[in-house]
C-alpha cells in the first residue's frame, strides 16, 4: 500500500522506460520526416508548486479524521497528483515551468472516513479530485478548484482491501484503491479473476474503472468493467449511497449505472461488488493476418453477431500491422512480410485471437467455433498471439522513449455501429492527418459487439518544437469533430474535461441537464470534481 502511495507518479509511465531500436528510428524517418532530438524530461527541481491555499483550519479538520500523516502538503505528493497521463499532461510535467497541483493529498483509511472527509470539504469549501491510479488520459485527476478556495487530490490508495468473497454466487466486493495486479493477486487464492485487462493495468484501480466504465484488452470475453459491477458504495456530501440487491431488477432504472461513469463528479465510489469469474486454466493466442481493413472488420462482424468472438479480439488495420512489423524489425519481420507476400497478401491487417477457459478441450472448442468464421485468414500460429500478449503492456513505455526524441504520440478512440464504422475511421484519419501533415495515423478494433465496434487511434508524427500542445490540442479538436454525429466521444476513456465541450452533441441538452439535476442532488455545493463530466457553465454550485 505505503509503496503505490509514495511512489513518484509523476509524468512518465515507469523509470525503466522502453527501447526504440535504430531501425525504428530510421524507419520514423523515412515515414514522417522525424529528425530525432534530445528532448528528456525536465528534472524535478525545473517544476514549480505554487504555495498551497488550503486554509490552516481545513488542514487541522481533515487530519483529524484520516490522522495529520495522511493529510500531505509536501512537494512531492502533491507533484505525483498533478494531472493523469495524457500527452498534453506528459508534455507539461516534461517542460518544467509551474504546474497546476492539488494544494493537498489527502488519504483516508475507510469508507466512513471518505464521507467525513466529503463532508469537511462542503464545510471548509474545498474542491474534491477523487484520485484513483491517475491514469486519467482526458484530464480527469486535473487539480481543478473551480470556483472553490482550494482543492485537494483524495488518493483513494489506503482503500486497498479484499471486503468479502461469495464464492456461491461468484461475486468480490473489492474497495475502491485496489489495483488491477493487486486485485488479481487478492483473488488468486478463492481461484477467481476479474479479467479485466485494460492497457493501464499495472497501475488503474477498481474504482477508477468504475467511474469511468472502462474496457479491458478481454472485453469481449469478460465484458466491459460495468457488465462486471454487481453493486456501489459511494460517498458523497449528501451522505452515503449503496446500490446492488440483487443480479437484476425492474425497481426503476438502474442507478448503478448512473454511478458507474459518473467521473467522480457524483460521489467517491469506496466499494465495488464485482462479478468475477473461475481463474482460466489454460490461454491460447494466436495470430492472423487478413488482406485489408474492410474484410478484417466483416471477419470481426460475423463473430460477434454469431456469438463466437474469441475473448481477446483485436484487429489491426494496414497502417497498425505495418508500424508494428517496422518497430519489430529484424529477421522474424522480414520473413513474415515475405510469407505474406507468398501467400498474396496485399494489405496486411493483424488479427489476435486469444481464449480463455478451464481446459484445453474447452479453449479448443471455443477456438474451433470462431474460426469457422475467420475464412480466408492467413494464420501465423502461436507465436505471433504470443508476443502480442508479451508486449501488451509496452505501449506507454514505448512512448515514453518516442517522447525523447521528438515524437509527438498520442491515442483517442470511439466507436460506431457496423454501418458506418469505415466512415468514421476515414473521417478521424483525414482529420489527423489535415491537422498534422507529416503523420501515420494507425487504428485498430479491440471492442467488439454485435451491433458495432471500438477504433483506438494511434498517432506518430514530428512534434511541433515551440508549441506542441498547440499542435495536439489543434488535432484532438478536428478528430472530436469528426467523430461527433458519426460515433461516441469515448468509448472507454470517459469524457474528463476534454471531451467535455462535446458531450451535448452526443447527449443533447436535456442529457445534460439530467446528469446536472443528479449532481445538484447529490453534490449541490459542486465541490466535487469541477469542470469534469459536466461542462462547467452548465452547473453552478
Ligand atoms: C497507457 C494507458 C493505457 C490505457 N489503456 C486503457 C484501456 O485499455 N482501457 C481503458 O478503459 N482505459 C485505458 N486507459 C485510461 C485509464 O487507465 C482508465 O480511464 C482507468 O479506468 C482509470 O483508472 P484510474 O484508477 O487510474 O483512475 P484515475 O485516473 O485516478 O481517475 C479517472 C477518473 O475517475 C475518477 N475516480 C477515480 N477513482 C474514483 C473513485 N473511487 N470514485 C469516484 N471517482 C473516481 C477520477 O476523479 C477521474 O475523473 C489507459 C490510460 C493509459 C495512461
Redesign the pocket.
Known amino acids: 500500500m505505503g509503496e503505490r502511495i509514495d511512489q513518484n507518479l509523476r509524468g512518465g509511465?515507469s523509470p525503466a522506460g522502453g527501447v526504440l531500436p535504430p531501425h525504428a528510428l530510421t524507419w520514423l524517418g523515412g515515414r514522417i520526416g522525424l529528425r530525432p532530438r534530445r528532448t528528456p524530461a525536465a528534472p524535478d527541481s525545473a517544476l514549480e508548486v505554487p504555495a498551497s491555499a488550503l486554509p490552516e483550519a481545513a488542514r487541522d479538520a481533515l487530519g483529524a479524521v484520516v490522522g495529520a500523516g495522511h493529510v500531505r502538503l509536501d512537494r512531492a505528493s502533491r507533484l505525483g497528483r498533478a494531472g493523469?497521463?495524457s500527452y498534453v499532461d506528459l508534455l507539461r510535467h516534461r517542460a518544467g515551468g509551474e504546474l497546476a497541483a492539488p494544494d493537498a493529498v489527502v488519504l483516508p483509511g475507510s469508507p466512513e472516513q471518505v464521507v467525513a472527509v466529503l463532508a469537511l470539504c462542503v464545510e471548509h469549501d474545498v474542491a474534491v479530485?477523487?484520485?484513483?491510479?491517475?491514469?486519467?488520459?482526458v484530464g480527469?485527476?486535473a487539480a481543478l478548484r473551480g470556483d472553490k478556495a482550494a482543492v485537494v487530490a483524495l488518493d483513494?490508495g489506503r482503500l486497498d482491501r479484499l471486503v468479502s468473497v461469495d464464492p456461491v454466487s461468484r461475486i468480490a466486493v473489492l474497495q475502491?484503491g485496489v489495483t488491477a495486479p493487486e486485485a488479481e493477486r487478492l483473488l488468486a487464492p478463492h481461484g477467481l479473476t476479474v479479467g479485466h485487462v485494460?492497457?493501464?493495468f499495472e497501475?488503474?484501480?477498481i474504482?477508477?474503472?468504475a467511474?469511468?466504465r472502462?474496457?479491458?484488452?478481454a472485453s469481449s470475453g469478460y465484458g466491459r468493467f460495468e457488465d462486471m459491477v454487481e453493486g456501489v458504495r459511494v460517498a458523497t456530501p449528501a451522505g452515503e449511497w449503496v446500490l446492488g440487491a440483487a443480479p437484476a431488477s425492474a425497481a426503476g432504472p438502474d442507478l448503478r449505472q448512473l454511478v458507474v461513469g459518473s467521473?467522480?463528479a457524483f460521489?467517491?465510489?469506496t466499494e465495488v461488488s464485482l462479478r468475477v469469474r473461475p481463474k482460466p486454466a489454460v490461454e491460447r493466442y494466436e495470430g492472423f493476418v487478413v488482406d485489408g481493413w474492410e474484410a478484417g472488420q466483416a471477419v470481426v462482424r460475423a463473430l460477434a453477431q454469431a456469438r463466437v468472438l474469441a475473448d481477446v479480439t483485436r484487429l489491426s488495420d494496414e497502417d497498425e500491422t505495418e508500424v508494428s512489423l517496422a518497430l519489430a524489425g529484424g529477421v522474424k519481420a522480414a520473413a513474415v512480410r515475405a510469407y505474406l507476400k507468398a501467400r498474396g497478401v496485399r494489405r496486411p491487417c493483424l488479427l489476435v485471437l486469444g481464449w480463455h477457459g478451464g481446459s484445453s478441450r474447452e479453449v479448443l472448442a471455443r477456438r474451433a467455433a470462431t474460426l469457422r468464421l475467420v475464412s480466408g485468414a492467413v494464420r501465423l500460429g502461436t507465436a505471433m498471439g504470443e508476443a502480442w500478449r508479451h508486449g501488451r503492456f509496452n505501449?506507454?513505455r514505448q512512448r515514453d522513449v518516442l517522447l525523447d526524441v521528438g515524437v509527438c504520440v498520442e491515442t483517442l478512440e470511439t466507436a460506431a455501429h457496423w454501418s458506418r464504422l469505415t466512415e468514421l475511421r476515414d473521417a478521424v484519419r483525414h482529420a489527423l492527418r489535415d491537422a498534422l501533415g507529416n503523420a501515420v495515423v494507425m487504428c485498430h478494433v479491440s471492442h467488439a459487439y454485435e451491433t458495432g465496434a471500438s477504433l483506438y487511434f494511434t498517432v506518430l508524427a514530428p512534434r511541433d518544437a515551440d508549441d506542441p500542445v498547440g499542435q495536439w490540442t489543434v488535432a484532438k479538436a478536428a478528430a472530436s469533430e469528426a467523430i461527433a454525429g458519426l460515433g461516441t466521444i469515448s468509448h472507454?476513456?470517459?469524457v474528463?474535461v476534454d471531451h467535455a465541450p462535446y458531450l451535448e452533441a452526443e447527449i443533447g441538452g436535456l442529457g445534460v441537464d439530467v446528469l446536472a439535476a443528479v449532481k445538484h442532488a447529490l453534490d449541490p455545493t459542486g465541490v466535487l470534481?469541477p469542470g469534469?463530466l459536466i461542462p462547467s457553465e452548465r452547473f453552478r454550485g
Open positions: 509511465w493523469g497521463l479530485v477523487p484520485f484513483g491510479g491517475g491514469t486519467s488520459v480527469g485527476v483513494l475502491a485494460p492497457q493501464s497501475r488503474a484501480t474504482g477508477g474503472f467511474a469511468t472502462s474496457a479491458g484488452q467521473e467522480g460521489g467517491v465510489i505501449g506507454p472507454h476513456h470517459a474528463g470534481n469534469k
